[in-house]
Every structure is written in structure tokens, then in C-alpha cells.
């Protein structure tokens, strides 16, 4: 137990079960209400203080824990449920230890009322948006089949006045795959974000999915605007995971890092998962009434599934000249078989290959220069010097095969 009370993990718990007002073409989470036929898909009172109580008590003698709500619509529960929350969390924690609250919201029931709430307790709020309106309103529709777009931007807007913390959560798919830069530009100047995270659907028997290379090419023409004009005013998910790797840092993301395991998921049952892409009958490790989430963090089983991750690797990944940069990525994404038939390769291998092989240089000069005391920042220069000589008619540095005039030029 002494080695479970020292380990930080991450647990993200659904209040609401799968249950949302919206109806996202590729969201994962629906068929889960098929887990509890005939649940009310609300997290009851008792179920709440005994997680917040269990997680606290994981976290004595750390200096901070993170209570983390997702969904489904976790905002469903009603701002009462969320009250009560930050109070029970708020009692329960040592002096001096901070709490961290976060929430994943679709942000269409955000108001000035949700907002103040969020901001009273510093709240780290998670917005769904997949872009301008035509390619976030492509899946992220209501159970009417109606986009969702002015609805979150409305909510998005309440947060915005009242100063609350965000974070722009985009999903990479069929309808904004082809726009990087679209999308990249109107999170950072329309909404105004400074933390953004670009999440891949992989649905491979669907055509909204994002192929490999899709990914690859929407993440290096992101990181081409960003490494020009964004180092240390925008925070891209993927980037500073990928610094952290090229620093010999454990990143903060799962997917790429050597193992995985301690980012588990709650359900409003408390009953408690591997994995929030593993909320299955195989993948459940016991119920909070039963045992401690320490506990339950730290069972064999668990462990054996976080060490799956590298263990189970194909031959192609583990002689892979960038899988210190990938790890592979997440299994629930290694569907595909190798050349040599070997099974267990990532979907989006060609384009994590792409991607790594791209910021390579870029990454070793930054993480030289965090070495060194200097700020990454200081790479832009050289960008623009280079850039200085380009001529506009040039093919464009990202790879697009466009002229750098109507590429990354504009
Ligand atoms: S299965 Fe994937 S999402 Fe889940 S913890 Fe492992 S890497 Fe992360
Ligand atoms: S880039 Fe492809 S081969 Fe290399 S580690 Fe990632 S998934 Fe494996």
C-alpha cells in the first residue's frame, strides 16, 4: 500500500455515465448506456463522497490531486452536484495540497452561472470544438441532428467573460482533416485559445475516420504555424509531449509513454475501469464499495495492462527510429498488421512516423535550448530568418506541395 499512497494516477469520472445531450456521429461513449440497462446514469451522493474521499486519500503526502469529471455530459448533473463536489474535495484535502479540477464538457449548458462556478474554484474546463462551424457541426450534432456550433460558442463566450481557464479539445476527423490551418487559426484567433489538444478519430470500417497520414500531414502543418508564431503562447498537447520525449522527460500523455495504466476510469456506479477507451465487461477492476481506488489501482491486473502497452509491440515499432518520440500509441488504436504479418501496428503509424521524422531537428534544437536555460521560443528567429530567404513562389516547408505564398506564407 506505502507505494500505492506515493503514486500519483489520473482517474476520470463520469457522473453521468455515457449519457449526453448531443449525439457526435463518432462518440464512443453511446452503446456504453448498454452497460447498465436500466440505470438512472447518475452518480448517487454516497458513490460521490466515497470516490472523492478514496482519491484524496491516494494523494496524502503528494502535493496535488486532480479531481477530473468527464462524460458522456458530465455538466448533466447540474451545477448543484459540481457544488457539493468542490466542497467534499475542498474538506477533505491536507493544507498546502492543491486540487486541480478539470472537467470535458461539450459546453452547450455553459452559462454565466456554470462560469463564475468554474472560475470560483479555478476550474481547468475542456471544450469539444472541432473547428469552424461547417466542420465542427459535421458530427457534433444534437439528438435532433442539428449542429451544435452557436450553442458551444455561446457557452464557450460565458467562460471567456468570466476569465475561466479552457482548453480547446478538437477531434481530428473526415471533415476538418484536410484543414489544418483553418482549424488551427480560428481556435487561436476566433476562440482565443492558448491550450488546445488534437484528438484522432480512428474508426477504421468508417469514412469519417482520419487516415495515418491525414493525421501526420495535420500535425506537422500545425506545428509549422505554431514553431513560426505560437512556441510559449500556445500550448499544443502534442507538442510538449513530443519536447518532453526528445528532453528524456516522461510526458504527460499516456499514448506516448513507454506504459501506460494509471489513467483509469470511474463509472456513476463506482464501479472503476482500465482505461476510459476501455469501459467493457474485460476491463473491470472492482467497485469503490469494495475496495479502495488505491487498491484498485495498483491490482496485478491493472499493472499487466498499463505494461501491455509496451510489451505487445511489433517487431516494426520496437526497431522503430522514432519510438522513443511514439511508443507505438494507445492499443486501443493497433488494429493493423505489419508488412511482415505481425499484428498489433497503430492506424495512424504512417503519419506518427511522418510527424516525429518532421520535428526532429526542431525538437532536438528546442530541447538544446531548455538545456541551455533559454526559452524554446527562441527558435522562431530562426524560422524567420530562413523564411526572410524564401521565395513566395516556393514549395512550402510543411510538405502541402503548395506554393509557400498560399500555404504557411499567408
Ligand atoms: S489504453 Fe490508450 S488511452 Fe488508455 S491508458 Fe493506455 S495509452 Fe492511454
Ligand atoms: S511510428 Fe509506427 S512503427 Fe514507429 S513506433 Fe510508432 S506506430 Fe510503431
Redesign the pocket.
Known sequence: MATAELRPFHLLAKPTGAVCNLDCAYCFFLAKEELYPGSDFRMADDVLQAYLEQLVAAHRGLPEVTVAWQGGEPTLMGLDFFRRAAALVEQAVEPGQQVLHTIQTNATKLDPEWAAFFAEHGFLVGVSIDGPQAMHDAYRVTKGGRGSFARVMQGLGALRDAEVEWNALTTVHAANAEHPLEVYRFLRDDCGAQFMQFIPIVEPAEDRSVTGEQYGRFLISVFEEWVRRDIGEVFVQMFDVALANWFGEPPSL??HSET??R?LALEHTGDVYS????VEPGYLLGNIAEQSLAELVELPRQVAF?RA?RDTLPSQCVTCDVRFACHGG???DRVLTTPAGEPGLNWLCDGYQAFFRHIDAPMREMAGLLRAGRPPSDLSAAYAAADLRRGRNEPCPCGSRRKWKTCHGT
Do not use: I, L, R, T
Request: charged content about 20%; aromatic content about 8%.
Open positions: 499516456c499514448v501506460c495504466g489513467a482505461c476510459d477507451h476501455y498499463g502497452k494507445c492499443p486501443k
